[in-house]
């Protein structure tokens, strides 16, 4: 059974930095690229940050340069690192498997497993 | 950027009833559109990839259709279990998920 389990999820001060987790199991992690999707309370889902198998990573525009996302494949989890924190963070941070998908024109990307997520409030 | 629009916001609906959500996207995606089912507290579903390949446990009453830029899910007789949110996803270029429907009990 695929299993994702976030943590780290804190109230926490405009302008400072918290690092989330999420362990990993019922998967071989390291084949997979893996995801943190966040829902600000009463919005709808907004994708933030990818990191791929290979170890290419991506991020949405709201936290470029301000996250970082990471992998340590031999303890099966998965990082966000987050810096200079604003209030717009404010958000539960679910973490995400990937995967793909035959459309029958080529491969798609789906997220096929979520996490229940963690709480990030950002607020003075 | 591509945005995706879905309609409608909210739905309230009986068991048994038959409904559709709409998902239009700003620009042509092919087929790559994603539906996913959230309850509030529990981990989201994926449903539906690529338009219209049913993910597996999922039942058959949900129905996925559409290309390019019009979309819809279709449930075709509601059950106790299928009142959440559903939200729509395109993976062209990166990702963007529509803005939700919530699907309530009448």
């Known amino acids: 059974e695929v299993r994702l389990v976030e943590s780290g999820g804190a109230l926490t001060q405009p302008g400072g930095s918290l690092r989330l987790s999420c362990v990993a199991s019922?998967?071989?992690?390291?084949?997979?690229?893996m995801h943190w999707v966040r829902q600000a309370p009463g919005q709808a889902l907004e994708w933030v940050s990818a990191?791929?198998?290979?170890?290419?990573?991506y991020y949405s525009d709201s936290v470029k340069g301000r996250f970082t996302i990471s992998r340590e494949n031999a303890k099966n989890s998965l990082f966000l690192q987050m810096d200079s924190l604003r209030a717009g963070d404010t958000a539960v941070y679910f973490c995400?498997?990937?995967?793909?998908?035959?459309?029958?024109?080529?491969?798609?990307?789906?997220?096929?497993?979520w996490g229940r997520g963690t709480m990030l409030t950002v607020s003075s | 950027d591509i945005q995706m629009t879905q309609s409608p916001s909210s739905l309230s609906a009986s068991v048994g009833d038959r409904v559709t959500i709409t998902c239009r996207a700003s620009?042509?995606?092919?087929?790559?559109l994603n539906w996913y089912q959230h309850k509030s507290g529990e981990a989201p579903r994926l449903l539906i990839s690529?338009?219209?390949n049913l993910q597996g446990g999922v039942p058959a009453r949900f129905t996925g259709r559409g290309a390019g830029t019009d979309f819809t899910l279709t449930i075709s007789s509601l059950q106790p279990e299928d009142f959440a949110t559903y939200y729509c996803q395109q993976s062209l270029n990166s990702y963007t998920f529509g803005q939700g429907t919530r699907l309530e009990i009448k």
């Open positions: 620009q042509s995606i092919s087929k790559f």
């Open positions: 690529a338009a219209s």
């Open positions: 019922g998967f071989t992690f390291s084949s997979f690229d």
């Open positions: 990191l791929g198998g290979g170890g290419d990573t």
């Open positions: 995400v498997r990937g995967n793909y998908y035959d459309s029958g024109r080529g491969l798609i990307d789906a997220f096929d497993f």
